[in-house]
């Protein structure tokens, strides 16, 4: 069983940057599972934003946050982390992360294993 919180969520201001975090427990991630950033508007369908397989580091980014979100992994701290650059108001959701036990390689398609409870990203001047 893997427990997993994020943290990182706040106010930013367009243009501005956060970095989330998704801290995980019970198991270590670091050879078998992806990690993947998942957001959700209320209203609308939870969005894959971004993936990391733990063994690989190989990542995957949804189209829109290509080239401003950077995705990472530090298997010392069971921990990955999604940092936020040149934020934009159509980021405003909350963020969950997710993880999937899986040989190689990782999918935004979020058949996972586990979800966090989410952290809550507000971009607004």
């Known amino acids: 069983q893997v427990q997993l919180v994020e943290s990182g969520g706040g106010l930013a201001q367009p243009g501005g940057s956060l970095r989330l975090s998704c801290a995980a427990s019970?198991?270590?991630?670091?050879?078998?599972?992806?990690v993947a950033w998942f957001r959700q508007v209320p209203g609308k369908e939870r969005e894959g934003v971004s993936c990391i397989h733990m063994r690989t580091m190989i990542t995957r980014y949804e189209e829109s946050v290509k080239d401003r979100f950077t995705i990472s992994g530090d298997n010392a701290k069971n921990t990955v982390y999604l940092q936020m650059n040149n934020l934009k108001p159509e980021d405003t959701a909350t963020y969950y992360c997710?993880?999937?036990?899986?040989?190689?390689?990782?999918?935004?398609?979020?058949?996972?294993?586990?979800w966090g409870e989410g952290t809550l990203v507000t971009v607004s001047s």
């Open positions: 019970g198991e270590f991630i670091s050879d078998y599972y992806y």
């Open positions: 997710a993880a999937r036990r899986r040989s190689a390689g990782c999918s935004l398609d979020g058949a996972v294993d586990y």
